[in-house]
């Protein structure tokens, strides 16, 4: 077995061959920083989400969902600190006009503005080598719209840059409905927009992405012990799905960390670019739901029945993109074998983030076959997502699969018209096994799970 990592150029090629992620508006030439997920990447994506739901909402009996508009008031963005700092520095070649990410073109984290332009006068234009910038000037990420039929400042509003904004502001509603006790937890998944000035790397940096957010609202004096339980704990989550060599810690700098950020962490993976961060995990004191009760006039506190305490909570947040993960789930699942004069490529994914279960290969498209090969696949479907095909040979359809990553084929051949009996083959180790029809439900399931 061949892991050697997976190039990006091949990625990405693997990506739109295999039907996983195109790029947006390709018939005109595309967008920059948008993608569309095929018909087996929204399957791969639904189920890497569902993976994070069961984790957060259906195993803590203190974590609920929510799911948001994406427009809110514009208030909420001023609140949140969005409108005034929520911008990245950058720079323009005066010669080719191309504009530039300051930090990335010199390669550093977090340094002011005099030490950035210092830094980014070392540098020619990595696009056509010329030596003249402009000065650095900070950049707003929010992406603008207007809400009504008049396009004025009274009709500015945002998309939203951060799924978490839509859960401090619904707080109290949560907390009232559900009845819930400090910490307690809100889970929400969905699209976030950030107008990037460089969008790159594939899906790593685009300008619309989805996000998975759990914002725990927490009693300030436990906010420090449920920060590490968590970090640890995302951890371990992100090791059931992916390699543990390819996955660190590294913790954000003073100087680093984003305005609202007591404490900050990054899950980083370990991309074919090399580590980067996967998730945020953050200690926003009481920074969201004190600067919401400010800017609304609304009370955001919690009354402590025990200790008769009446205070506002902090909040300990766990942020992971879903195109990120995604992205290295593929990397990670990716895998060259030798058999025989050949190499097979093989998507090694788990079962619960495979995107198609099963393949129903009948040998031939004979009319029996066809018409046994269907009731096979209608015994197996429903509940998953089976595919049934019946071009090529079977040996292109099984390497077919193999790159897809379906970890059972099933082939209905001349004898299963006698024995009622299929052969169903293993993607990992390509072993061959004879079930009888009436068990094959039952067989497909317990293999899956
Ligand atoms: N609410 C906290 C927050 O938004 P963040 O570190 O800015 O924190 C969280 O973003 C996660 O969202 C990142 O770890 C990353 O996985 C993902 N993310 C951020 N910007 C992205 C982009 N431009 N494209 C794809 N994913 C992005």
Not at 60 to 74: C, E, H, L, M, V
Not at 84 to 112: G, H, I, Q, T, Y
Not at 132 to 144: G, H, P, S
Request: net charge negative.
């Amino acid at each position: 077995m061949n892991k050697s990592k997976i190039t990006m150029e091949q990625l990405v090629s693997y990506a739109k061959r295999r039907g996983f992620v195109f790029q947006a508006s390709e018939i005109y030439g595309g967008v920059a920083g948008m993608y569309d997920f095929g018909p087996y990447g929204v399957e791969l994506k639904n189920n890497i989400k569902k993976l994070w739901w069961q984790e957060m909402v259906y195993i803590n009996d203190n974590i609920s969902g929510i799911d948001s508009a994406i427009i809110q008031s514009p208030k909420v963005w001023e609140a949140s600190g969005h409108v005034e700092r929520f911008s990245d520095p950058m720079v323009d070649c005066k010669s080719c006009k191309k504009r530039f990410r300051a930090d990335k073109l010199a390669n550093v984290d977090s340094v002011d503005i005099p030490e950035l332009t210092k830094l980014v006068n070392k540098f020619d234009c990595p696009n056509c080598g010329g030596h003249d910038w402009t000065d650095i000037r900070q950049f707003n990420l929010l992406m603008k719209t207007f809400l009504g039929p008049l396009e004025d400042d009274n009709a500015v509003a945002y998309l939203r840059g951060e799924t978490c904004q839509g859960i401090y502001t619904n707080f109290d509603n949560v907390r009232e409905t559900t009845r819930a006790k400090l910490p307690f937890g809100v889970a929400q998944i969905g699209k976030a927009f950030r107008n990037e000035i460089t969008p790159g790397d594939f899906l790593f940096r685009q300008r619309e992405f989805e996000q998975a957010e759990m914002q725990m609202f927490v009693d300030p004096e436990s906010a420090d012990k449920i920060f590490s339980q968590w970090k640890e704990r995302r951890m371990k989550w992100h090791e059931t799905i992916l390699d543990k060599g390819n996955l660190r810690f590294r913790e954000h700098g003073e100087n680093e960390r984003a305005h609202y950020a007591k404490d900050a962490w990054d899950i980083e993976y370990n991309f074919p670019f090399g580590f980067k961060e996967m998730e945020g995990i953050h200690n926003r004191g009481d920074w969201d739901l004190s600067r919401h009760s400010k800017f609304s006039g609304k009370e955001l506190e919690y009354f402590d029945e025990e200790s008769k305490k009446r205070f506002t909570p902090w909040v300990i947040e766990t942020s992971v993109g879903m195109d990120r993960l995604f992205l290295a789930v593929l990397a990670d699942s990716y895998t060259e074998e030798q058999v025989g004069e050949e190499t097979r490529v093989v998507m090694k994914f788990k079962p619960s983030l495979a995107p198609v279960k099963v393949a129903v290969l009948p040998l031939s498209k004979k009319p029996e076959l066809s018409k046994l090969s269907r009731e096979v696949f209608e015994i197996i479907s429903g509940d998953i997502n089976v595919e049934y095909d019946e071009t090529q040979s079977i040996g292109k359809r099984y390497r077919r699969q193999d790159e897809i990553g379906t970890p059972l084929c099933v082939t209905v051949d001349f004898d299963s018209l006698e024995d009622n009996a299929v052969t169903v083959r293993d993607r990992d180790t390509m072993k061959q096994e004879r079930i009888k029809i009436a068990e094959l439900k039952s067989y497909v399931q317990s293999k899956l799970n």
